[in-house]
Nanobody, 121 residues
Framework: QVQLVESGGGLVQPGGSLRLSCAAS????????MGWYRQAPGKERELVAA???????NYADSVKGRFTISRDNAKNTVYLQMNSLKPEDTAAYYC???????????????WGQGTQVTVSS
């Protein structure tokens, strides 16, 4: 089995910072992409940021210059540093990875259970 455990969400004032972490564990054979999506109430889930195994990154336009994604391949962990937070960043944040468990025949997308980020004064 594969597990992704997120941490670091919470309540923060506008302009503040949070750092999300997500550790993948279990019967993992390989991990290619890791990243974060978010979903606000009444809205579709959207990509926030993703990082390839080699380090190339991709960000949503709405977070460029404010959020930074990084990963530790040895620990199968991905991080999201969020600065200059705005009320519109309020959402449930879900980490994912695209890769293979030992039981997989091909790559699959695995998801965490989500962590809530609320930006409010």
């Amino acid at each position: 089995q594969v597990q992704l455990v997120e941490s670091g969400g919470g309540l923060v004032q506008p302009g503040g910072s949070l750092r999300l972490s997500c550790a993948a564990s279990g019967s993992i054979f390989s991990i290619d992409e890791m990243g974060w999506y978010r979903q606000a109430p009444g809205k579709e889930r959207e990509l926030v940021a993703a990082i390839a195994r080699g380090g190339s990154t991709n960000y949503a336009d709405s977070v460029k210059g404010r959020f930074t994604i990084s990963r530790d391949n040895a620990k199968n962990t991905v991080y999201l540093q969020m600065n200059s937070l705005k009320p519109e960043d309020t959402a449930a944040y879900y980490c994912h990875f695209y890769g293979q468990a030992y039981s997989d025949s091909y790559n699959n997308k695995y998801w965490g259970q989500g962590t809530q980020v609320t930006v409010s004064s």
